[in-house]
Structures are given as C-alpha cells and as structure tokens.
C-alpha cells in the first residue's frame, strides 16, 4: 500500500512539476517573442528615419482627419488637404485648406511667413536655422504646429520614440494601393500607429495619432501621398505670395491655423481617466 501511494505521490509531483516547467517555457517564449515584436517594429520605424535624413529634398501631398467627440457626445471629423515641399536644411512651403482655413507656411531658412489666405492676414518674423528649429518654434512659442511635423524632422526616430512604453509588429496593411509595414505603439499620453512602405526605401503612408488622455480620445490621420525626392521634386520658389492689401498680424494672433479650429475646446478626462 505504502509503495501504491508512493508511486500516485511521485507521478502527481512529476505532472505538477511538468506542468510548471511547460508554464514557465510558454511564459519565456511568449516574452521573448514580444521582445523580438518590440525590437523589430524599432528597427523598421529606425530604418524610415535614416532614409528620410537621407533625403535633402522631399515632397508630398497629404490628406488629414482629425476625430473629436462634443460634449454632447457625438464623433465628427474635421477633414483637410495640403501639401509639402521641403529642401534641408532650412527651406520649407506647406500649405493646408480645410473647411475652417485655407493657410500656408513659408520659411527660406531666415524668414518665416504665415499667410491665412481666407482672411487675408498674414504674419512674418525672423526664424534663422534648420526646419527642426523652425518646426519647435512654430509648435512651442506660435502654437502654430506644421502638418506630419515629426516625419519633417531630420531624424525621425528620436522624435518619436523616446516616451514609448510599447511597441508591435502587426504585419502588413495597404494604403493606396501601396503594400505597408504596419506599427503600433504607446506612450503614457498618446497611442500611434505608422504604415510605412517595404524595401530599401521606406517612406510614411499613414501616420495615425490618437491621444488618450483627452476626453473622447481624439484621433489625428494624416495619409501621405505623391511622394518625391531629389531631382523629381519640382522647383519651388521658397518666398510667400502676400496680396498687396493683406493685413500684418503677429503670428499669435491668426485664427484657425491649427487642424482644430478656435470654436472647439479641448477637454481633458476627467478624474485623471
């Protein structure tokens, strides 16, 4: 009797210690998978960032939608267009016409120009250096923020991956017809998601932000598309046209030059939810 239950003891031991072995490998496994998941979407998202650094012009068209809930709880979406021309280090024209705004930015690397073209104002003031320090002072001192501003920048990666806590490889996706890689990722204020396209030369197609920590959760997509660099950008003139009768303002003082318009307000969530 006693060696009976001495062998039902030892193979009960055995399963359980099977079992555990078999949990802690499935565990190990699933971790470094997503490990590898982690490593591989960076790597991708590294691999678009040196070859737009490597671009010295580039040029696209854009389409964008910005997602907001009312406080009567109802999604609308505020669809605009534009478009981008760029020549590093310090030229830059985008334009962008919406339903609000019909606007345009200019900077010939010592001169910026913002013109709103609906109402016939504009503003100019001395902005020397790259388009990097031309994007953060339109975004951190005039609050007036340039379309797909981080994919202007002149290293894309250290833009946008500092604050990420989680990244995925969902595979693939096709925007416009175009085969994509497609990323997600998250941060503690913002999820992100990027289509990007495949080979040697990976450029953005989509670039999705939607910010989590606002009330409704916003969501921001800008669709990228008639994409040119070097020699097939066409010539741009990098000077504003200004209508003889416009009126000069300070550039805190243009309405409506955001993709949110002036008679929206941002609400956070509340309770820090």
């Not at 055995?14 to 590898?36: D, F, K, P, Q």
């Not at 696209?60 to 981008?84: H, Y």
Request: aromatic share 6%.
């Amino acid at each position: 009797m006693r060696g009976r239950l001495q062998n039902i003891i030892t193979g009960a031991t055995l399963c359980a210690v099977a079992l555990i072995v078999a949990a802690a490998t499935v565990g190990t496994a699933r971790t470094s998978s997503e490990s590898t998941d982690q490593a591989n979407a960076k790597r991708l998202v590294k691999a678009m960032s040196d070859y737009l650094a490597s671009q010295g012009e580039i040029s696209f068209d854009f389409e964008t939608n910005l997602e907001i809930v009312t406080k009567q709880n109802q999604k609308v979406g505020l669809a605009s267009s534009g478009s981008v021309t760029l020549d590093r280090p310090g030229r830059i024209r985008a334009t962008r016409k919406g339903g609000f705004a019909n606007v345009e930015f200019v900077s010939d690397g010592k001169t910026m120009t913002l013109v709103g073209k609906d109402r016939n104002v504009y503003a100019q003031v001395e902005a020397p250096g790259t388009i990097d320090q031309l994007v953060d002072v339109l975004r951190d001192k005039y609050h007036r923020p340039v379309p797909a501003a981080d994919l202007l920048m002149s290293n894309v990666y250290d833009q946008l991956m500092p604050e990420v806590v989680d990244a995925k490889d969902l595979g693939s996706g096709v925007i416009g017809g175009i085969e994509c890689d497609h990323l997600a990722f998250r941060t503690k204020d913002v999820d992100w998601q990027i289509w990007m396209t495949q080979g040697d030369s990976p450029r953005p197609c989509r670039y999705v932000i939607t910010s989590t920590q606002v009330a409704g959760a916003p969501q921001y997509t800008i669709d990228i598309k008639s994409w040119k660099t070097g020699a097939a950008v066409a010539s741009e003139r990098f000077s504003p046209t200004i209508p003889a009768n416009a009126r000069k303002l300070n550039p805190g003082e243009l309405k409506d030059f955001d993709e949110l318009p002036a008679i929206f307000a941002v609400a956070k969530r509340s309770g820090g939810q």
